[in-house]
């Protein structure tokens, strides 16, 4: 069994395995347990959901909390994904040797602008 406890920013530690369970009991560590992701439709993409730590009848439990811009991120994810064809077509005329039909500057701009906010929106700020 693990056990773990949560600091004050609700980060989750791990006791050492080397921890009596006298040293576990005096630095507040708790049986830990994960919980199963929620079966859902929405669910096929794996970043619907993010891991939070709870204390619950004393011990330390992973659940799964629902990403409040699921479906702004999804958006963004489909918005990046039509774009891809731009990034193969100046790869391939690149290595043939000819000038890229698109500026792949311009191209790395906006996908990493798109990339960026996605995963401030997968953080939940």
Same mark, same amino acid.
């Given at each position: ?6 600091? @004050?920013?609700?980060?989750? /530690?791990?006791?050492?395995? !080397?921890?009596?369970?006298? &040293?576990?009991?005096? #630095? #507040? ?6 919980? &199963? /992701?929620? +079966? ?15 204390? +619950? ?14 479906? @702004?991120? +999804?958006?963004?994810?489909? /918005?990046?994904?039509? !774009?891809?064809? /731009? ?6 005329? !690149?290595?043939? #040797?000819?000038? &890229?039909?698109? !500026? ?5 701009? @906006? ?5 960026? +906010? ?6 939940? &700020?």
């Amino acid at each position: 069994m693990r056990y773990a406890k949560l600091d @004050e920013t609700g980060r989750i /530690k791990f006791a050492p395995s !080397s921890m009596t369970e006298e &040293e576990r009991a005096q #630095g #507040g560590y708790l049986p830990y347990e994960e919980r &199963e /992701k929620p +079966e859902t439709p929405e669910n096929i993409i794996p970043h619907n959901y993010k891991p939070v730590y709870v204390e +619950e009848n004393g011990k330390i439990i992973r659940d799964w909390e629902a990403y409040p811009n699921y479906s @702004e991120i +999804e958006r963004l994810k489909r /918005k990046l994904a039509e !774009s891809d064809y /731009k990034v193969i077509k100046c790869y391939e005329y !690149s290595l043939a #040797g000819l000038p &890229e039909p698109y !500026s792949i500057e311009n191209i790395h701009t @906006e996908r990493q602008q798109i990339r960026d +906010e996605i995963n401030r929106l997968e953080a939940c &700020e």
